[in-house]
């Protein structure tokens, strides 16, 4: 299925065969295509990178696609990496976490760090860190996959 480019996000680079790759619901998404493009939200003379993923219900393009900015998308994986290198030894816990220190690293970026945590105000914690794990777990080669060819690419740009 091919992307709207008459939306406000401008596409540039695309993937429009995405429901093919969404790792557990490939074939089975409303997620068709991701892009990397112009974001919707640019002002006159100020131009953002944003990528976005785009929906489809079946009928029509969704208000749900979400279009995030590239460094939150940065962010993000680098939220996924420092969480799964945690699980990795979260075994040592008996709760998988420590409760006297929740913190599990502060990640320095733009002069500042972005903490990565246990969410203490989480009132399940307890419960859902184990489910987390155990999905972390389950998605483990899937995941993999993809840090793999994430590393080979940051190594190739120099990184």
């Not at 208000?63 to 962010?75: C, F, I, N, Y």
Request: proline residues 4%; glycine residues 6%.
């Amino acid at each position: 299925m091919k992307i709207p480019t008459t939306l406000k996000h401008k596409p540039v680079i695309v993937s429009e065969n995405y429901e093919q790759v969404d790792g557990r619901y490939a074939l089975n998404t409303d997620a068709q295509g991701i892009s990397l493009g112009l974001a919707q939200w640019n002002d006159r003379g100020k131009v953002d990178i944003s990528a976005k993923v785009w929906r489809h219900t079946g009928e029509k393009w969704s208000r749900q696609s979400e279009e995030l900015p590239m460094h939150r998308v940065l962010d993000l994986a680098i939220l996924i990496c420092r969480s799964s290198l945690h699980f990795q030894e979260a075994y040592r816990f008996p709760k998988l976490y420590d409760p006297e220190n929740a913190t599990i690293d502060r990640i320095g970026l733009q002069g500042n760090a972005m903490t990565v945590a246990v969410c203490e105000d989480n009132p399940m914690i307890d419960h859902d860190i184990k489910l987390f794990a155990q999905a972390l777990s389950d998605d483990g080669e899937m995941i993999g996959e993809r840090l793999s060819i994430l590393s080979r690419l940051l190594k190739e740009m120099g990184y």
